[in-house]
């Protein structure tokens, strides 16, 4: 991929700053990533495999962390959010606050170096955040390697991983993460057609660790 500001911190600070700020005014809480189906395809995906509501889930890159509110909502009640972005964090924490979800869990983490109190989790969940570090432009490909070996100490032996994506194929995310992953799943998303060939703009995968 080309190198792009949309893989910088600085533009995700940037742009939740203005979130922010949007949420303080009008109470907005901002952009849903792949939009609220995507939300609905994970949790009903978690729902049909029977995955425990007390199961420890990470959101990757949370954001405004509205997929962990839904998730509270359908009753799942051992949830982290982590964002490299304090923006961010602050507010995914006003959003918490506003829906009344206080046993959500939020901390600003960088996943490509990250504590070791980040570890342990049944399910890990990432919507877009593998894209942006792609898109960075100093080192991606080591920056995605640094990835793949956060995910494998994250996430529990067995552990589900959830990755929804608009800038890989399934292929391409079979071999990213070819290393301590299997395939479990492709999640159906919406299709588009050009030129006489069909295609998915979204690619979503359900892998499970080794």
């Given at each position: ?14 742009a939740y ?11 907005d ?8 189906e ?14 425990p509501?007390d ?7 949370t ?6 509110v ?5 009753g ?12 961010a964090?602050?507010l ?9 979800m ?18 342990g989790f049944?399910v ?10 792609s898109l ?10 640094l ?6 100490r994250v ?5 589900f991983f959830?990755?929804?994506s ?7 995310l079979?071999?990213e993460?070819?290393?301590g992953?299997?395939?479990?799943e ?7 057609c ?11 995968l359900?892998?499970?660790r080794k």
């Open positions: 991929f080309s190198p792009s500001v949309l893989g910088t911190r600085e533009h995700w600070d940037a700053e203005r979130e922010l700020q949007t949420f303080q005014d009008i109470g809480t901002g952009e849903i990533w792949f939009g609220e995507s939300m609905v395809r994970i949790i009903r995906w978690l729902e049909r495999h029977k995955v509501l199961s420890s889930v990470l959101d990757i890159g954001g405004n962390g509205v997929l962990l839904e998730l509270a909502k359908s799942y009640t051992n949830l982290t959010g982590i964002d490299y972005s304090p923006s964090i602050q995914s924490e006003k959003v918490r606050e506003k829906e009344g206080s046993n959500i869990k939020l901390k600003v983490e960088d996943f490509l170096a990250p504590s070791a109190e980040l570890s049944d890990c969940i990432d919507k877009g955040t593998f894209d942006a570090i960075d432009p100093s080192d991606a490909v080591g920056k995605r390697k990835y793949v070996g956060s995910l494998c996430l529990k032996p067995e552990g959830l990755i929804t608009c800038n890989w194929t399934k292929e391409e079979l071999n993460f070819r290393e992953f299997e395939i479990l492709e999640l159906p998303t919406p299709k588009f050009f030129g006489g060939r069909i295609g998915n703009s979204v690619t979503a359900v892998f499970q």
